[in-house]
């Protein structure tokens, strides 16, 4: 017998049980329902409209409102008349009712109706405790046939599920043997099932897999094909993107994620031309483009923009280009923390701005004498609060500058401007710096004929950054010069110090931001200065430059673009 038929046998009895307990119980149901609704419409209502006639008789004073409601309910009554007696009754309630409506306080016709009421009642009564009794007789009889049936179907089901389920599991259980004896590569595993139904022939086609598998295992292309399928698996469970190319440039294989990006499936595209997936393809097009100086893509993934790092990678056979690999990182983590730091630096060094400018006002009034005298020691600490102040000031508009350059929200008023103007600003806010050095300050400006183009004040605070800058590392007495020349449709400022220099293997980092050059003291500034005073230049069209020899001083130096009027 084929398995299919045992199991509709077995599944065909089921059905037949169920549905023949389905009809038994509905039945059931539908007849006590039916003997409740009986009782119910015909001798509960009736009850509920005596009792309401009851209570009206006892009204005091029996006017028109209690005998309007009182006939209501004798409608009501007169509607719902089902057992031997209650019509007589309920017309005589009738007739007395119509002559108390011209006599309400005739004692006699109320007692008379009374009794016609109770005796309504009582008829009613009566018929349910009669119906009642026959509804629980029907309710034993049907629940007594119901467990006969439910029993009889019980036992043939119990044996079902006792034998049947012996029918399916054995070969099932051998089946998972044979399946876990290939899966730990043990190709000599046969299974021998006697059911000549589908297991069996599950079982012999089971048996010329094996065969076949063990065959398959001791060939060399299997070798290959496993060590194929092992690196794709890798490769599809790597979080970044991955597109192999042949030397043609072929698409060879795309991994998960790369699918994911491209909006392409593998075996859609697999042997593919690239340069022709790339036509119809935005970011195919991105990544074939072997010119762009781009390494950092910006895709929209997961619902969001998500950062990319990209790498192409020649893949070589005895220094010949075989392929490449495309791999595109995903740096999107690294670019919402760093987002999150600047948020942080930003809030921070604002809320720092306030308190540290109270601080710096208390130390000045402090030196008023009209606040008070202050003794010598007194004057010292006064005075050292004061630069400490001013250099945690100084960081602070460090750290909010570096955050307008982090969110790319650099705010520039270009305007036309005299290089006299920027020289004067940033040579008067170092001027007592220098002074207490006694540093000479040259200067050689050779460009007053002519503007720039440039935020002043941004302009300014570089020029400024760059002078400071040359007085911390340049030795008392010593001298710093500050030049402008034109060059290219340019003016370039420089400034030149006789310091201590900087090597030439920092030059290179030397705008990076937090960089500062080994041996520097920590007191000296953040780190952050210079970074910002690249950022600020370039983003006026300009460029800035360092040249320095150690040991005989450094040359910082910007240009900014020439205002031509037309």
Do not use: C
């Not at 599944?11 to 539908?30: C, N, Q, R």
């Not at 790597?238 to 043609?248: V, Y």
């Not at 030196?367 to 945690?392: H, Y």
């Amino acid at each position: 017998m084929r398995l299919k038929t045992k199991l509709s046998i077995g599944i065909g009895f089921l059905f037949i049980a169920i549905l023949i307990s389905g009809i038994l119980g509905i039945y059931s149901i539908h007849q006590l329902k039916k003997d409740a609704r009986l009782i119910l419409e015909d001798n509960y209502e009736t009850l509920v409209y005596s009792n309401n006639m009851l209570s009206l008789m006892d009204r005091v004073p029996f006017d028109s409102a209690v005998l309007r409601e009182f006939n209501d309910n004798l409608v009501k009554q007169e509607a719902n008349i089902t057992e031997q007696g209650e019509a007589a009754a309920t017309a005589a309630v009738r007739n007395i009712f119509e002559q108390l409506k011209h006599d309400p306080d005739n004692d006699s016709l109320q007692s008379i109706i009374r009794r016609k009421i109770y005796q309504i009642n009582t008829a009613n009564q009566q018929a349910i405790f009669r119906k009642n009794t026959l509804a629980e007789s029907n309710a034993r009889r049907f629940s007594n046939f119901t467990m006969i049936i439910f029993g009889f179907l019980a036992l043939i089901a119990f044996t079902l599920a006792v034998n049947f389920p012996g029918i399916i599991s054995e070969p099932v259980k051998a089946l998972a043997d044979g399946i876990k004896a290939i899966v730990n590569k043990d190709y000599s595993k046969r299974i021998r099932i006697s059911q000549h139904d589908e297991f069996g022939e599950l079982a012999q086609a089971f048996n010329s897999m094996a065969e076949k598998l063990d065959e398959y295992e001791h060939s060399n292309l299997a070798k290959i094909k496993f060590e194929k399928s092992r690196i794709d698996t890798i490769i599809n469970q790597m979080n970044d993107g991955i597109i192999g190319l042949d030397e043609n440039r072929n698409l060879l294989f795309l991994n998960k994620v790369a699918e994911k990006l491209l909006g392409l499936r593998e075996v859609e595209i697999m042997g593919q031309y690239a340069p022709d997936i790339a036509v119809n393809n935005d970011l195919m097009r991105s990544l074939l483009k072997t010119d762009s100086p781009a390494k950092e893509l910006k895709i929209f993934a997961d619902q969001k923009e998500s950062y990319f790092h990209l790498d192409i990678l020649n893949v070589t056979n005895n220094e010949k280009v075989i392929g490449q690999v495309i791999v595109l990182r995903n740096i999107t983590p690294f670019h919402e923390l760093n987002e999150a730091k600047t948020n942080f630096i930003a809030t921070i060094s604002h809320e720092l701005k306030t308190p540290i400018a109270s601080i710096k006002m208390s130390a000045q009034l402090l030196t008023d004498t009209r606040v008070g005298a202050v003794n010598r020691e007194q004057e010292e600490l006064v005075k050292s609060i004061t630069d400490d102040a001013n250099r945690l000031l100084k960081i602070t508009s460090e750290l909010l500058n570096i955050s307008q350059v982090e969110t790319g929200h650099i705010q520039l008023k270009i305007e036309p401007v005299s290089p006299d103007i920027i020289i004067d600003n940033a040579t008067n806010t170092v001027s007592a710096l220098a002074q207490q050095k006694n540093i000479a300050l040259r200067i050689h400006n050779n460009t007053h004929a002519y503007k720039i183009m440039t935020d002043p004040e941004k302009t300014a605070w570089v020029l400024t950054n760059f002078l400071t800058n040359a007085v911390k590392y340049s030795p008392e007495d010593g001298e710093i010069e500050l030049t402008t020349t034109i060059r290219n449709n340019s003016v370039e400022f420089s400034v030149a110090d006789h310091g201590r220099g900087i090597e030439e293997k920092y030059l290179s980092r030397i705008f990076d931001r937090y960089f500062k050059v080994p041996g520097t003291p920590e007191k000296v500034g953040t780190g952050l200065g210079l970074s910002i005073s690249r950022e600020f230049i370039e983003a006026q069209g300009g460029n800035i430059w360092v040249d320095s020899t150690l040991g005989e001083g450094s040359t910082f130096g910007f240009t900014l673009p020439l205002f031509t009027a037309e």
